[in-house]
């Protein structure tokens, strides 16, 4: 079999393969299970040696600066990815079908398929290219089309990333006031002791509430947004969401005040977006190498709860619960 057969074959799917990933990365809302996928290659590629290579820099705000450029500049590689394997996709259609594409100098192959592709992604339209064929007439077609709505979608793309750091970023700054920098939950209890302020700590959970629903919604939809890091130090969504559970948890199984009910349904949607979360990014759940509340610090945690005026059981059955909502995340 001839070779120009196989490469429109080959550029058809490669062309299809890429359309979909931007379809699903771009405009589907909905979380994609399969396995493969060119955009998850693309970032356990590119992360890892990232990663990596932060370690050799400073802690701080040195290693915050390095990582933070990570997802802007992703973002736009992976965009300028899905153009090139587009223009490769039109070439080798181009050259399977005869090489319709030709200069005015009457040259074509190859060389002039990829150039002509190229230049009409991008709507360049070069002067000194001519279709002869009716199947190149077609494919400039469908190429200058496909440009057009790739663009577009890309313009429209930006814009919603952007709006959608910046809600999550608000109430994480936010916390700082409420919980400390790096927020704990011991300091949000901390700080809302007293009668008088718990009638705000549940209004505080239903905020927590609406902000994991949307972190759910726009991080399954937008996975790129997870590798934006927060501007200021010791901020992050992933510190504050877990601050946030925790703080739940500890109203939950300690504390024998009114703010259950907000917490236990902050609780449950902070847990959904954080279970979701793993999904998306195909994350096994691993026990923490280090116990972040071992024994001594739970006293602690009792005694300054006490201390600021929140009735805190000290039972059998209340460490229980609290061991076993912990374990849920």
Request: aromatic content about 8%; proline content about 5%.
């Amino acid at each position: 079999m001839s070779a120009q057969p196989l490469a429109f074959a080959a550029g058809a799917v490669l062309l299809l393969v890429v359309l979909w990933e931007a379809f699903e990365t771009i405009v589907s809302p909905r979380r994609v299970s399969r396995r493969f996928r060119l955009t998850r290659l693309f970032y356990r590629v590119t992360w890892l040696p990232c990663r990596a290579t932060a370690t050799l820099v400073p802690q701080g705000r040195r290693r915050e600066g390095f990582l933070s450029v990570f997802g802007p500049i992703s973002l736009l590689v992976l965009l300028m990815i899905w153009a090139a394997l587009i223009v490769l996709g039109y070439a080798l259609m181009q050259w399977g079908a005869g090489s319709g594409m030709q200069t005015t100098a009457g040259r074509h192959g190859w060389t002039t398929d990829l150039y002509a592709c190229g230049a009409t992604l991008f709507t360049l339209t070069p002067g000194d290219l001519v279709p002869a064929s009716r199947c190149a007439r077609v494919l400039v077609v469908l190429e200058a089309g496909t440009g057009i709505g790739l663009f577009a979608l890309v313009i429209g793309y930006l814009p919603v990333i952007s709006q959608a750091f910046s809600r999550r970023e608000v109430n994480v700054s936010l916390l700082d006031a409420r919980a400390g920098s790096p927020p704990s939950a011991a300091e949000l209890m901390i700080r809302h002791a007293g009668e008088e302020h718990r009638q705000v700590l549940s209004a505080l959970f239903e905020q927590w509430e609406a902000w994991c629903a949307d972190l759910l919604e726009t991080h399954v939809s937008f996975p790129v947004l997870a590798y934006y890091r927060s501007q200021h130090a010791n901020q992050s969504w992933v510190a504050a969401l877990t601050a946030v559970l925790d703080a739940c948890v500890l109203v939950l199984a300690l504390s024998e005040d009114q703010s259950q009910r907000a917490a236990r349904l902050t609780f449950a949607m902070a847990r959904h977006a954080a279970v979701d979360l793993t999904l998306v990014f195909a994350l096994r759940p691993l026990p923490p190498q280090v116990e972040r509340l071992p024994p001594d610090e739970l006293a602690q945690v009792r005694e300054a709860l006490r201390a600021a005026g929140w009735r805190v059981r000290d039972t059998p059955d209340a460490e229980a619960k609290l061991h076993r909502l912990r374990a849920m995340y």
